[in-house]
């Protein structure tokens, strides 16, 4: 069992930049690809980015390819996702997601792929 919790979410301007935070517990997190998602209301959960195990692969969602970064701390069993250039759509709640994986360099983007999930923070953009 792996147990995520999001932090770091709040209000902020459209251009601002908010850096989320997920610190897991349980069994290894070296062992574990991460991906962070969002959902809006009446919205379907969306992919934003995901990171293997090792921390060295990231992939992103179109949407928000150029502004976020994940990045995996295994030392601090935490995985970030720092966001830049936000903007009014980026308004949702986000949430962590994590999975064992036998793959070093493999990352997942599909919600089905991952066996944990965090309760979720809110992030919304607005002036």
């Known amino acids: 069992q792996v147990q995520l919790v999001e932090s770091g979410g709040g209000l902020v301007q459209p251009g601002g930049s908010l850096r989320l935070s997920c610190v897991a517990s349980g069994r290894s997190f070296s062992s574990c690809a991460m991906g962070w998602f969002r959902q809006s209301p009446g919205k379907e959960r969306e992919f934003v980015a995901a990171?293997?195990?090792?921390?060295?692969?990231?992939y992103y969602g179109d949407s928000v390819k150029g502004r976020f970064t994940i990045s995996k701390d295994s030392a601090k069993n935490t995985v970030y996702l720092q966001m830049d250039s936000l903007k009014p759509e980026d308004t949702a709640g986000y949430y962590c997601?994590?999975?064992?994986?036998?793959?070093?360099?493999?990352?997942?983007?599909?919600?089905?792929?991952?066996?944990?999930w965090g309760q979720g923070t809110q992030v919304t953009v607005s002036s």
């Open positions: 990171v293997n195990k090792n921390g060295g692969t990231t």
């Open positions: 997601a994590a999975r064992y994986s036998a793959f070093t360099d493999r990352y997942y983007s599909a919600s089905t792929d991952y066996e944990y």
